[in-house]
């Protein structure tokens, strides 16, 4: 569907480390001079999780006939306080207040009959035990489904949690049952395949070993951000997709201004390739969390890192679709983020 794209599916930066290697801790500090949250690990470039940053994005077909708006998309992060839960024990409770990092990306819209609201959201919590990161996907319109994934250390070892939804196959629940008509008689069935939020259940978790310095795909948005700003040429980071991983190598490559919405710019392009792990039987090839497939171009502006323009393929039956993401408006973004 068209909509089954977006921009964190084409920014699924993996990483990997093909030694295993002990796990390390990470930490978490507030930057003096932009008041956003610096994530380090052992071994890898810290990142930079904005205090409160907002990009909007046009959805942008392109067709032989035009090159339509059908969509938008938000990519936004930023910094709240930190509650631990409960269950954490007093000595948590009585420590002293921290942050933590959320991100998030929602892309919105309709083409034809289809409809799609999808959002995915990652939060970093301020803490060594698990877990550590909680990653929530969830999708209404035409299609619904929901995703969670929880990782960071459990037993001295990298670990990650995970479960999705499904259709519910035929359950007892009365609501479930929808009328059927046969020959000249109507009765009550369960549904079959329908789309409906209500009629799913979370399928059973899985739980399985990762990579240290694994990231989730939102996480490695900003990863990426700091490839640009160190003036790094190449950089292997590890990505959790679902249940899988992918190994992917990120290079920089051409430079050029670049014309949106929001202005015009100076952009680095970042060219990425995705392979499986060795050794781990994935057959499937690599699609963004949206879809998308094919070849992929992320535009970062050559300062900052700010992501400009995305392009990509996604396909719908039997064509595939020409789409690019257009930032519009921009808010709380480094100050050197300006328009040429």
Request: with cysteine; glycine share 8%.
């Amino acid at each position: 569907m068209l909509f089954n794209f977006c921009f964190p599916g084409i920014v699924q930066l993996v990483a990997a480390t093909a030694v295993a290697a002990p796990p390390v801790a990470t930490t978490m500090t507030i930057d003096g001079e932009t008041g956003g949250l610096v994530v380090a690990m052992e071994g890898f470039p810290s990142f930079l999780i904005p205090e409160n940053e907002q990009l909007d994005f046009d959805v942008v077909l392109n067709t032989p006939f035009g090159s339509p708006v059908v969509g938008e998309f938000i990519l936004s992060a930023g910094l709240e306080d930190y509650r631990p839960p409960l269950s954490a024990g007093p000595e948590a409770l009585a420590a002293k207040p921290s942050k933590n990092a959320w991100l998030r990306g929602n892309v919105r819209g309709a083409y034809e009959l289809y409809t799609l609201d999808h959002t995915i959201e990652a939060r970093i919590l301020p803490q060594q035990e698990w877990p550590r990161v909680v990653y929530r996907d969830v999708q209404t319109g035409s299609e619904n489904r929901k995703r969670e994934l929880k990782y960071g250390t459990r037993d001295g070892k990298p670990w990650a949690w995970f479960r999705s939804d499904h259709h519910c196959r035929g359950c007892d629940r009365a609501e479930h049952k929808v009328k059927k008509r046969v020959l000249f008689f109507s009765r009550k069935d369960h549904c079959n395949k329908c789309r409906r939020m209500g009629h799913r259940d979370w399928s059973e978790s899985k739980e399985f070993e990762i990579p240290p310095r694994s990231l989730d795909m939102l996480s490695s948005i900003y990863a990426a951000r700091t490839m640009v700003r160190e003036g790094m040429e190449s950089m292997d980071i590890s990505v959790l997709d679902r249940d899988k991983r992918w190994e992917m190598g990120l290079t920089r490559g051409e430079t050029k201004r670049l014309t949106t919405p929001a202005g015009a710019f100076d952009c680095v392009a970042i060219k990425l390739d995705a392979r499986a792990p060795e050794g781990s039987g994935q057959k499937e090839k690599f699609k963004g969390l949206f879809g998308v497939r094919g070849s992929l171009s992320i535009w970062l502006e050559q300062t900052t890192g700010v992501p400009v323009r995305l392009e990509g393929i996604i396909p719908a039956g039997l064509v595939s679709l020409d789409v690019r993401l257009e930032l519009s408006e921009y808010r709380g973004t480094p100050r050197a983020f300006l328009p040429k």
